[in-house]
């Protein structure tokens, strides 16, 4: 029996148990966690927050009874305290306070990422909010049915900031998203895609501050006010959504960790020490577009990167496919999604890239139902015409449509490529000349 031990069971560390068990039963699989559920879809809080799903029970998946009933041995509310790399040990506390150590042959760790709390004057008072875990949204659910909290106050406008802002405001709160950028999620959009995320959020009366730095939270035990280097904005509450870091305290002085600290990773998952893995948020991605290693902190990553550590695990050996840091977010009737560098992005990075643009109607315009426009921006090298990026907007659903240029970057396939693509016609669906043929033919 070869031991392998889990640390952290949520998406990655759950997505690494069931590889491994459902594969063979040759490993004896020991699983800590320092929380008290597992497999909780943070993807889904804004929408518990915000009312629009009828509870939070449909946003677990897994749990230890189904990792035990497949044969792990799990230790919830235990956290990991210490790791011997050097004798492979592993030393967790259980909540009765009791020490466990696991030795292993393998070790994955699976311990995420945290939520970033600057460190600012104020930032202790009641009322100020992270978001993360499930107990994180229950605190907030609980808050928002307290009468005296009217304004809510969101800092930083990434996609989570984003979807709290509409599940604050749909709870009838008055919202102000504050961020430090001059627009809503800038990581991934370039300005044409903003600026319609930035109108549809103002036209449903959230307040934008955007270019403002928060430099204090003020108020008497609770928090009343934030302070930003332009304004002053009323809060009953604050939530803080800047970011997240890679969790690698056990290992960073042993492991080898990339600039932001997450561990570094091959394409294996296979950290500097022989015989441990990391996965999920807590290590680092290899970024398609980019040709190199990054971090992109997504529960689809953590995942994938389950599946190639349990394998490696396992002895089947299998590489990542690296990532393109694929995204969508839906936002009261826009939907958007992205893939790989944007061209705002590419152009700080010193990328010499061009980029085509497009907005059509779905479908012919003869069909009236369910047709939207649709806009496209494809980005591209200048020089070899490799696909690098691509954005989509639209009221419709087309998120699928952004898969095929997941596969383009990863492929490194080439606009002009593209542009020759079997795509299909049927006017149900989609034009003729659709726009994702026409955008890839109008490249310079
Ligand atoms: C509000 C919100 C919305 C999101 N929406 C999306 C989305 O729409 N799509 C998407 O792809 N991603 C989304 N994400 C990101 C996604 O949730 C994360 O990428 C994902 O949770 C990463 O999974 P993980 O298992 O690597 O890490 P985590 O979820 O951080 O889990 C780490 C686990 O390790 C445990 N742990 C940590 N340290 C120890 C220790 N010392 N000992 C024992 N256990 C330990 C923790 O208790 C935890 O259970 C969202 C995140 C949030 C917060």
Redesign the pocket.
């Known amino acids: 029996m070869k031991k392998v031990v889990i ?8 997505a690494a148990t069931n590889t491994i068990l459902d594969n063979s039963k040759e490993h004896q699989v020991t699983v ?4 008290s559920n ?1 497999s909780f ?3 889904g ?2 929408l518990w927050i915000g009312n629009q799903i009828d509870g939070p029970e449909g946003l677990f998946y897994s749990n230890k009874e189904t990792l035990e009933s497949k044969g792990a041995k799990v230790y919830m509310e ?4 210490r790791i011997d790399f050097q004798n492979k040990v592993v030393y ?1 506390k259980t909540k009765s306070g009791e020490m466990i150590q696991a030795e292993y042959d393998d070790l994955i760790l ?4 945290l939520p970033i709390v600057p460190k600012l004057e104020g930032g202790d008072l009641e009322n100020v909010q992270k ?2 875990l499930y107990q994180h949204a229950e605190v907030v659910i609980d808050k928002l049915k307290d009468p005296s909290i009217k304004d809510v106050v969101v800092v930083g406008a990434g ?2 900031g984003v ?1 709290l802002a509409e599940a604050f405001q749909r709870h009838g709160k008055a919202v102000t998203l504050i961020d430090i950028a001059q627009t809503s999620l800038p990581a991934y959009y370039d300005a044409p895609f903003t600026a319609l995320m930035n109108e549809n959020l103002s036209q449903n009366g959230i307040k934008l501050a955007f270019g403002e730095t928060v430099q204090k939270l003020e108020g008497h035990g609770k928090v009343e006010r934030v302070i930003t280097d332009k304004a002053t904005h009323n809060a009953d509450m604050v939530v803080l959504a800047i970011g ?1 870091r890679p ?1 690698t305290e ?1 290992g960073s002085n042993f492991l080898t960790t990339f600039k932001n600290g997450a561990y570094l990773v091959d394409k294996r998952q296979r950290t500097s020490a022989q015989g441990v893995y990391a ?4 290590a680092t991605v290899y970024d398609n577009s980019l040709d190199r290693p990054s971090y992109i ?6 995942v994938r990167s389950a599946i190639v550590a349990a394998h490696n695990v396992l002895g089947t050996p299998l590489e990542s496919a690296g990532v393109q840091g694929s ?1 969508g977010i839906a936002i009261y009737d826009l939907k958007m999604v992205s893939t790989g560098v944007t061209a705002e992005r590419a152009a700080l990075l010193g990328l010499d890239v061009d980029y085509t643009d497009i907005e059509d109607y779905q479908k012919p315009e003869f069909i009236k139902e369910h047709n939207e426009k649709v806009k496209l921006r494809i980005v591209y090298d200048k020089k070899t015409r490799v696909i690098l990026g691509a954005q989509m907007a639209s009221k419709h659903d087309m998120s699928m449509g952004i898969h095929l240029f997941s596969l383009a970057i990863q492929e490194k396939v080439t606009i002009d490529k593209l542009a020759l693509t079997d795509l299909f016609f049927l006017p149900h669906f989609n034009k003729p000349y659709n726009y994702v043929t026409v955008a890839a033919l109008g490249a310079k």
């Open positions: 640390v952290g069971a949520n998406h990655a560390g759950t800590f966690d320092a929380n597992i879809l943070g993807c809080m804004a235990t956290p990991v305290e967790a699976a311990t995420g990422s978001v993360k996609y989570i979807e997240f969790n056990l996965i999920g948020d807590c902190a997504l529960a689809t990553n953590a995204n």
